[in-house]
Nanobody
Framework: QLQASGGGLVQAGGSLRLSCAASGRTFSRYAMGWFRQAPGKEREFVAAISGSGSSTSYADSVKGQFTISRDTAKNTVYLQMNSLSPEDTAVYYC?????????????????WGQGTLVTVSS
């Protein structure tokens, strides 16, 4: 089970940190990722991190702005979001899969958490 949290309302230019806590199985070796779905748009990939944490990948739209990390001991993945703009408003979902390639690829990851809403006001 994946539990996302940390969403909320923030002004443009502000920061938020999302968390995704995993429970019920050992996700420590799973690749993890964040996706988002803005109103009226399709869900899109945001960021991914490998099971070891040694590899990361980001959507071009968030490179240099968002940082994904993981705490294996806490079985938690984070998404630090800085310099937020209204274009970042979306429901953010965390996901997990045994394969890093799946998180960054076109096949949907195996496990999904519920979304957490991020609203950025101008």
């Amino acid at each position: 089970q994946l539990q996302a949290s940390g969403g909320g309302l923030v002004q443009a230019g502000g920061s938020l940190r999302l968390s995704c806590a995993a429970s019920g199985r050992t996700f420590s070796r799973y690749a993890m990722g964040w996706f988002r779905q803005a109103p009226g748009k399709e869900r899109e990939f945001v960021a991914a991190i490998s099971g070891s944490g040694s590899s990361t990948s980001y959507a071009d739209s968030v490179k240099g702005q968002f940082t994904i990390s993981r705490d294996t001991a806490k079985n938690t993945v984070y998404l630090q979001m800085n310099s937020l703009s209204p274009e970042d408003t979306a429901v953010y979902y965390c996901a997990a899969d045994p394969l890093f390639a799946t998180i960054v690829g076109v096949t949907p990851p195996r496990y999904w958490g519920q979304g957490t809403l991020v609203t950025v006001s101008s």
